[in-house]
């Protein structure tokens, strides 16, 4: 049975069948938010029409946008009992949200849309339909399968970025699919809570992470739509993403043995040596020859990098700032305290078993770098 608001409930001029309310819901259509107060009513409005007939709600998981997205859902959502808002205060991040809305739904679909409006919503019930109908595990919607599929709504260097991304995830991937980066799907809802402790909460490339993560290949069906231009809100991509995306398929590729943020603690280190072996050869060659002082020098100045590159890359989704910057940077120097010690002892050793500066300053910072990591990720962050 339905049952139907009291006309009471609805505000004056409401425009939408918002007084309906299923008595079950076959569809969840999950839409990850940050800054998108402009689109939220239209989104609603889009998929109202959208999914005419189907027992849908819309549960929007809310990154505590400061522009009151969360509030503008609510608002809605008093009237209409098919919206709800998951606001989520202390995490961040696309594939995070999306899964946390995955796991909030009872429905046995699950339709995953961006709340910025260049996603297709006109798509979803022949989506839908195939997955009712048994014809799939999976529906993709594609950006890949007509020539004009990304001619509007991205830059040249986005584009660029998105063909390269969805080839790579094709080479890392079992399945051959055209958009295996798409942001825009459907999917049986019990496939992702299978997956789910296996999901990366970072990145926004959820759906390859759930593909990747299937132990057997799901049936999946590829719909064409063309991306369209933003409506409101700017885009939340940016450089970090391409360093989040290449961990996950290294992430993959070693079956879940290396974590994404494991591997951005190898890339930070890889820098940090970087940054150590400069300032040690620069001090060397300057006239300093005082060895230990120079290997500390070079040490301190390698952990102050490394501190605030993983801040602002490796635990960018718990980053700190303003004061707690600071006090964090001090934090990290003294838990490091440690490290640095061993730096210092290993890398001594070292030069008067094998002459020569270079090797010694290596292996010296190698083990100063991994137990930075682990006490960072203990204490720091």
Known sequence: MASRLPPAALKSGDTLRSAYVPARVDLSVIVPTFNERGNVERLIAALDVALAGVAWQVIFVDDDSPDGTAAAVKAIAVHDSRVQCLRRVGRRGLAGAVIEGAMASAAPFIAVIDGDMQHDEALLPAMFNALRDDLADLVIGSRFLQADGLDRGLSAVR????????????????AQVSDPVSGFFMIRRDLVETVAPRLSTDGF???????????????????????????????????????DYAGLVLSKLTRDVLSVRALLFALVGATGILVHMSVLSLLMTAGHSDFSRAQILAALVAMTSNYFINNALTYRDRRRKGWRLATGYV???????????????????????????????????????????????LTVW
């Open 205 to 243: 490339k959820v759906l390859f992470d759930i593909i990747a993560s299937q132990t057997t290949p799901p049936r999946i069906l590829e719909m064409s739509y063309a991306f369209r231009e933003r409506e409101a809100g700017t885009s939340k991509l940016d450089s970090r993403v391409v360093v």
């Open 159 to 174: 584009k660029a970025g998105s063909r390269g991304a969805a080839w790579l995830g094709r080479k890392a991937l079992r």
């Open 331 to 377: 934090q990290f120097c003294i838990v490091c305290s440690v490290g640095l010690a061993a730096n210092y002892a290993v890398a001594g050793l070292v030069e008067q078993w094998v002459p020569g500066w270079i090797l010694a300053g290596a292996v010296g910072a190698a083990v100063g770098a991994v137990w930075n990591y682990v006490i960072s990720t």
